[in-house]
């Protein structure tokens, strides 16, 4: 079962990418625009990715959504470029565009010939700095905005239960709502907030440019300071505190009703995310994911799916890179005949056996080979590359950590497997369920 795009940003068991082959380069300009770019002469192609350091973990109650409705807004056209133009020229030059927004951040990216990138480096830079709606676009937009939290959380299942789990896990508003906001917000944000937060956060010392592709790094560094090196730096806001208790006095529980046949329900644990690169437990809890649902062999797919039969389909996820609060979730549904009761006793007994038992170092060994599999199978997607140093650097991190992290997860035990297992208890449980209307 595939979990919502917004904690699944980065499975580092599945992205790194780094390879003695793609030299990395890294400039910072004046105005504290971060440029880093690696090298990949395969194909006469480059991606752009332009990373800004704001999402809706930078939000407050009452003025949800406001990250993700800015993204949408980028598209509508600057002092020089009309709304809808930048789509356009961009796919005159054979290239394509798109952007997202999760908690942390908000990307625009860029595939295109390589010949194009100046063109592109143009656009971007004047979306940072001259961005122009009209009122009348920007209530145009929001009905789309609205509609697309419809089809995204509210009519779909797995994303609804989500929602109800972040809602029913935290306490602080900006981890407890979906990036793209909630409805009632939706429906009183005005064209100046979006103004504000636009002259608040965009902005090139709050920004990090990620080309990867068929450049030459000292080619690349002229052309960002011709386009982005007149741009002025702004004082930023600081990002607010959003740290709550991974602890409390008893689980969390939710129940809802929503579209669905089946049944289904999430349970969670408040666990800690990487802060520091020394730690071990958050490399434990990553590699735990995989050990446990990495593949078809993994513990839970023998046992409860195949085995038992117990569940029709189950997934593990957890962010080990992040700013805020993070969880480590079980996603599943049951089999027709089993009650979610029963299916909830069956999956803590299989974490209670970790947590006593420990996994065996052929499990762990298999995670690991699968890891380093999809290492080199992902060396082949210039996105993944890119995603990861963006995530790196949107988080704290430096993109060049990249393979002391992947050190470190290749380097857990299964004691340091069993250890964290024991983290996932009754004060850290968070249960929701979705039960069909």
Request: glycine share 4%; net charge neutral.
């Amino acid at each position: 079962m595939s979990f919502p795009r917004i904690f699944a940003v980065v499975l580092l068991a599945t992205s790194f990418a780094a390879h003695a082959d793609n030299p990395t380069t890294s400039r910072t300009l004046a105005n504290g625009l971060k440029v880093i770019v690696q090298e990949d002469h395969r194909a006469p192609v480059v991606m752009t990715q332009l990373w800004y350091k704001v999402g809706s973990s930078d939000e407050v109650a009452g003025k949800t959504g406001l990250s993700h409705a800015l993204e949408h807004m980028m598209f509508k056209g600057t002092k020089t470029v009309p709304a809808g133009e930048y789509v356009k020229r961009i796919s005159a030059l054979g290239g394509s565009n798109n952007a997202y927004t999760t908690t942390e951040e908000t990307v625009y990216h860029v595939t295109i010939a390589a010949q194009h990138l100046p063109k592109v480096l143009e656009l971007e830079a004047d979306r940072m700095a001259n961005l122009n709606f009209s009122d009348t676009v920007f209530n145009n937009e929001m009905k789309v905005i609205r509609e697309e939290r419809r089809q995204r959380i509210d009519d779909n299942p797995d994303s609804m239960l989500y929602a109800e789990l972040l809602n029913t896990a935290w306490t602080k508003s900006p981890n407890r709502t979906s990036v793209i906001g909630k409805m009632a917000d939706l429906h009183k944000l005005k064209p100046n907030d979006l103004r504000q937060w636009y002259r608040r956060w965009y902005a090139p010392n709050n920004a990090v440019l990620v080309v990867v592709g068929d450049v030459q790094p000292e080619n690349v560094f002229a052309q960002v300071e011709q386009y982005f090196g007149s741009l002025k730096e702004r004082k930023l806001a600081d990002h607010q505190d959003i740290s709550e208790p991974e602890t409390h006095e008893k689980s969390s529980f939710a129940t809802l009703k929503g579209n669905t046949k089946q049944p289904m329900m999430m349970l969670a644990y408040r666990v800690p995310h990487l802060q520091k690169m020394d730690e071990k437990l958050p490399y434990a809890l990553d590699m735990l994911t995989n050990v446990l649902d990495g593949h078809s062999a993994a513990r839970l797919s023998q046992r409860l799916v195949r085995g038992s039969q117990v569940a029709q389909n189950i997934g593990t996820g957890y962010s080990l890179l992040a700013r805020q609060s993070q969880m480590w979730i079980i996603s599943v549904s049951p089999t027709n005949g089993v009650d979610l009761a029963q299916l909830k006793a069956v999956l803590k007994k299989e974490i209670a056996d970790v947590a006593h038992n420990g996994v065996s170092e052929a499990e762990l060994n298999r995670a690991k080979t699968i890891q380093r599999t999809n290492k080199i199978y992902s060396y082949d997607e210039i996105s993944a590359r890119a995603n990861l140093m963006g995530t790196l650097e949107s988080v704290g991190l430096k993109y060049d950590d990249e393979n002391a992290i992947r050190q470190r997860l290749d380097e857990v035990t299964t004691a340091d497997i069993q250890a964290a297992t024991k983290l996932l208890t009754q004060e850290r449980e968070v249960y929701v369920e979705l039960l069909p209307k």
